[in-house]
């Protein structure tokens, strides 16, 4: 972080602050792009249990990091009732490092627009503050008591915990002075604390334990304190600050335990905005958000338009929030459900009868289709503009899917024969891939991928290719031995029962909670998580609930130079 807004550092203090409620500051740029952290052996690789002993009492660090840009919008929109989504003006979120979404440092620029949102966020409530909407008071009957107590309830509900001492006094000078030295009106005055608090790091950053508790100590750990770990949950299931009910329970301490954190994990689940989230990991976790800059060759795809683009973003989107939450969230239908959710728009496209533009629950072929790996989003993705592409779809599911590693590639690796070479594309690939300086990378992703020969570069079901008929066929090392498939419908079916699968999910899970990449110190965490979704009637809620009560999201290592 470069530097911040000068008024928020007038305002509310330098960054400096923040070092006593939280942990590490961490670049962002040395952690590893996927799963498999340095805590645990990546399931794929030989084994799936803990590279040493883990440390039931060890948790990772809390880096402070700030508001992702769904996060900015959708706080703003329950804090303030706004919908123009003002942090799509952002800088991108999506950062090369890590495959989840996490704002990164801070420019100049970047101050520039938060400044500029927080002036027209304010302006625009300004409507709700004269009919009451945002106020706790009629100002009325005392405009500088009104004042005080706005200061306090918006302050706690934007800074997501209850303000300290010095930041009422400041926030309270502030006020004053927009009186007396500005000669505003109460309800431009209050408009202007709008405005300061939504530039403060306070609110743009996650450091929800004000500055003045003391911490916690539970051996060379900390314990998160309640208002922290409300934040913490909340934008884990949401991606959202926390409401009124979850700050409730902080105060009251019953987020100090696990159990208090798994009722109100329980409840936050049944809410709306849980779905939005599972969508949302789903989007990252496969990079689907870059679907629109997958172009393809309209010569060999004329009918692949913007339109289709939305329609197979839309058909994900619906899937898996309704097998997350309408179904049974068993990670064997993710994987393996013969059906998903069309509308006409696709309805050509998988050969079913679908009318209307509303993404409807259709059945399709379940020799051809099963789970989210076998729709058109993520074969369009993981597609060559031309063509099928075994070495992406292998290196997805390798990568994501089996939370293996790759080594980096070599710089002189030679392009397989393109199409007019002649044979399939499966051919081509095998013959490119006995190159020496191919085999160590390829050897692991392209047999894998070859189970996705039967679609073509949009997920267009097929069985022949350039003439010749597809060969699907394959094996790969799963669960300590090799499995063989005979397609996609094959391959997905072997996924789905991988306690290897279970393991990397559940990880994947837990670095999207955590926003970061994983620790020997989460070791424990992440095996508490893989044990509580282990059976094949575990839900990805069980899931979710599990992540919330495992030690690295409600404690934190000690940051350089703390004492226990």
Same mark, same amino acid.
């Given at each position: 972080m470069r530097r911040f807004c000068s008024a928020d550092v007038f305002l509310f203090g330098a960054l400096s602050m923040a070092l006593s409620c939280t942990g590490s500051i961490m670049d962002s740029s040395g952690e590893p792009s996927g799963g498999g952290g340095s805590g645990v052996t990546p399931p794929g690789s030989g084994g799936s249990?803990?590279?040493?002993?883990?440390?039931?009492?060890?948790?990772?660090?809390?880096?402070?990091?700030?508001?992702?840009?769904?996060?900015?919008? /959708? $706080?703003?929109?329950? =804090?303030?009732?706004?919908?123009?989504?003002?942090? @799509?003006?952002?800088a991108s979120d999506r950062l090369t490092t890590f495959e989840f979404r996490r704002a990164g440092d801070v420019a100049v620029q970047d101050a520039t627009l938060f400044r500029t949102a927080a002036e027209t966020l304010a302006a625009a409530a300004a409507p709700k503050l004269v009919n009451g909407m945002l106020l706790p008071c009629d100002p009325t009957t005392g405009e500088d008591a009104c004042a005080q107590k706005f200061i306090t309830t918006f302050g706690q509900r934007a800074f997501r915990r209850p303000l300290t001492t010095d930041e009422t006094t400041r926030l309270t000078t502030f006020y004053s002075n927009a009186r007396t030295s500005l000669k505003l009106s109460f309800?431009?005055?209050?408009?202007? =604390?709008?405005?300061?608090?939504?530039?403060?790091?306070?609110?743009?950053?996650?450091?929800?334990?004000?500055?003045?508790?003391?911490?916690?100590?539970?051996?060379?750990v900390v314990r998160l304190g309640g208002y922290q770990v409300a934040s913490r949950l909340s934008y884990f299931i949401w991606g959202s600050m926390p409401d009124d009910d979850l700050l409730a329970a902080a105060a009251a301490g019953q987020l100090d335990t696990a159990a208090?954190?798994?009722?109100?994990?329980?409840?936050? =689940?049944?809410?709306?905005?849980?779905?939005?989230?599972?969508?949302?990991?789903?989007?990252?976790?496969?990079?689907?958000?870059?679907?629109?800059?997958? $172009?393809?060759?309209? $010569?060999?795809?004329?009918?692949? $338009?913007?339109?289709?683009?939305?329609?197979?973003?839309?058909?994900?989107?619906?899937?898996?929030? /309704?097998?997350?939450?309408?179904?049974?969230?068993?990670?064997?239908?993710? =994987?393996?459900?013969?059906? @998903?959710?069309?509308? /006409?728009?696709?309805? @050509?496209?998988?050969?079913?009868?679908v009318s209307g533009a509303t993404p409807q629950k259709t059945d399709l072929n379940p020799a051809q289709r099963?789970?989210?790996?076998?729709?058109?989003?993520?074969l369009a993705m993981t597609g060559s503009p031309d063509g099928s592409n075994p070495v992406l779809r292998g290196k997805a599911v390798y990568t994501k899917v089996l939370c293996n590693v790759l080594p980096p590639p070599p710089n002189n690796v030679p392009a397989p024969k393109p199409a007019s070479a002649g044979g399939t594309t499966r051919q081509r690939f095998e013959e490119h891939d006995q190159n020496t300086c191919a085999k160590a990378c390829h050897a692991q992703m392209?047999?894998?991928?070859?189970?996705?020969? /039967?679609?073509?570069?949009?997920?267009?079901?097929?069985?022949?290719?350039n003439g010749l008929p597809v060969d699907a066929t394959g094996a790969l090392l799963l669960d300590g031995s090799m499995q063989?498939?005979?397609?996609?419908?094959?391959?997905?079916?072997?996924?789905?029962?991988?306690?290897?699968?279970?393991?990397?999910?559940?990880?994947?899970? @837990?670095?999207?909670?955590?926003?970061?990449?994983?620790?020997?110190?989460?070791?424990?965490?992440?095996?508490?998580?893989?044990?509580?979704?282990?059976?094949?009637?575990?839900?990805?809620?069980?899931?979710?609930?599990?992540?919330?009560t495992m030690r690295s999201f409600r404690f934190r290592s000690l940051s350089p130079g703390e004492m226990p």
């Open positions: 249990g803990p590279s040493k002993p883990a440390d039931p009492n060890a948790a990772g660090p809390l880096p402070l990091q700030r508001l992702t840009n769904a996060e900015y919008n /959708n $706080t703003v929109h329950d =804090l303030l009732g706004d919908n123009t989504q003002p942090a @799509s003006q952002f309800t431009d005055a209050a408009g202007l =604390l709008i405005e300061g608090m939504l530039q403060a790091p306070q609110f743009l950053y996650h450091w929800e334990a004000a500055p003045a508790d003391p911490l916690i100590h539970d051996g060379q208090g954190v798994q009722t109100a994990a329980h409840r936050l =689940l049944a809410d709306q905005k849980a779905k939005t989230t599972v969508s949302r990991f789903f989007t990252d976790w496969m990079a689907l958000d870059g679907l629109a800059d997958r $172009t393809k060759d309209p $010569t060999a795809y004329p009918n692949y $338009t913007a339109a289709v683009q939305q329609a197979m973003l839309d058909e994900t989107t619906s899937f898996v929030q /309704n097998v997350g939450f309408g179904g049974d969230g068993r990670l064997a239908t993710f =994987l393996g459900a013969p059906y @998903s959710f069309v509308n /006409n728009t696709l309805a @050509s496209y998988y050969g079913v009868q099963a789970g989210f790996l076998t729709q058109g989003s993520f392209d047999p894998i991928g070859f189970a996705f020969e /039967n679609y073509d570069g949009i997920g267009q079901y097929r069985t022949m290719d063989s498939f005979n397609d996609a419908v094959g391959l997905t079916g072997r996924l789905a029962k991988s306690n290897d699968v279970r393991i990397c999910f559940a990880g994947e899970w @837990s670095r999207f909670a955590l926003t970061r990449a994983d620790t020997a110190a989460d070791a424990a965490s992440l095996q508490a998580t893989a044990k509580a979704f282990a059976t094949d009637s575990a839900s990805l809620q069980d899931l979710m609930a599990a992540i919330a």
